[in-house]
């Protein structure tokens, strides 16, 4: 068996993580190679994995380079890949999750997406607030912000079609980054241009956002998120709550792991949609609508990899098991029952 890794040269965290998954195959001896598009014999080299694995980020780099080269490997030399396109191909893209969720029926939180000016400046007219704008793109929340008024709807909408706006973004450090109004997410761009020396991504990974925009419905009274992971048949979650004055969750650091505390109700319903999307891996934040029920806000395949306790299987019973994410994601694209957990201690200095 040989498994094929994509080397990230950026950011400095997905190298991390593909270190991980190094650390897990070297303790079961599992063969691995790593590869770049761009030596001379990478099309050689991807024929003969059993497995190819690139756990890309976020950055428009990744996108255009995953969206040119994963359906040739998947779909004509038939290759397994982790992310596979039915998990990924929506990733950091709220369009198309949004697209996709919805129109399966599941209960995404309700959103207005324009591809024409007109059409949302006549919306904005007539529309309820406040709503939340965001760009289709970005983590941490950098690219969210509250919409008041018509005034302020009627703004964001022509500078998305107009000039547009950059979704380079870094993560906010214990929520200390916040918008109070449109102005500041405007004015202060100085906060998605900083270089975060850990993260390595710079503005230059990143292209300008336009022609579209996308609002969506702002659910009061939530003062925290659920994010439920599922990977194959087993589910974590944790909640994460909203930054003081403000109604953002993610990217906040202010986290809790007790599992008494998470709404089974969330669990039940994101096994089901990774079951009946085939998903690999696929994180789901979750607010509360007015009624008290699940109303999902985004999705992810790609997250953080967590040291877990344990997960609920597809019957909703609790199984004690540290673990790191990265090593479920093995287990099930190598089809190895067997496969071998390192000790934990041992992904200290990667996380």
Not at 42 to 60: G, M, N, Q, S, T
Not at 75 to 96: E, I, M
Not at 107 to 113: A, N, Q, R, V
Request: aromatic content about 16%; overall charge positive; proline content about 3%.
């Amino acid at each position: 068996m040989l498994v094929g890794i994509y080397k990230s040269e950026f950011p400095k965290y997905q190298i991390s993580r593909n270190e991980i998954y190094k650390k897990i195959l070297k303790f079961n001896d599992i063969d691995f190679i790593e590869l770049h598009i761009d030596e001379h014999d990478f099309w050689e080299k991807v024929k003969k994995v059993d497995l190819f694995l690139f756990r890309w980020a976020h950055i428009d780099d990744h996108h255009q380079l995953v969206n040119t080269i994963l359906p040739v490997i998947e779909n004509y030399l038939y290759v397994k890949c982790f992310p596979n396109l039915k998990t990924c191909w929506h990733f950091n893209d709220k369009l198309r999750e949004y697209y996709l969720l919805k129109s399966l029926g599941y209960p995404m939180i309700d959103s207005w997406i324009f591809w024409e000016k007109d059409h949302a400046i006549e919306w904005a007219e007539k529309a309820d607030y406040p709503v939340v704008f965001k760009l289709k793109k970005g983590a941490g929340s950098l690219n969210v912000t509250l919409i008041n008024n018509k005034a302020e709807a009627i703004k964001i909408i022509i500078r998305m079609f107009g000039k547009g706006i950059s979704a380079s973004y870094r993560i906010p450090h214990k929520g200390k980054v916040n918008y109070k109004n449109l102005e500041d997410f405007l004015r202060n761009k100085i906060d998605q241009y900083f270089l975060n020396e850990f993260r390595g991504i710079k503005p230059t990974n990143w292209q300008t956002e336009k022609n579209y925009i996308l609002f969506q419905r702002f659910l009061p009274n939530n003062s925290f998120d659920t994010r439920v992971k599922v990977i194959g048949n087993r589910a974590y979650a944790l909640r994460r709550f909203v930054r003081k004055n403000d109604f953002r969750a993610s990217g906040s650091g202010n986290w809790d792991w007790d599992r008494t505390k998470i709404d089974l109700k969330f669990i039940k319903l994101a096994l089901k949609i990774s079951k009946d999307l085939q998903f690999q891996s696929m994180a789901y934040d979750f607010l509360y609508d007015e009624k008290k029920e699940p109303s999902l806000c985004e999705i992810s395949w790609n997250s953080p990899d967590d040291i877990a306790t344990g997960y609920w299987d597809e019957n909703l019973n609790w199984h004690n098991f540290q673990f790191i994410q990265s090593f479920f994601h093995l287990k099930d694209a190598l089809n190895i029952d067997n496969l071998k957990h390192p000790e934990m201690s041992s992904f200290n200095t990667l996380l």
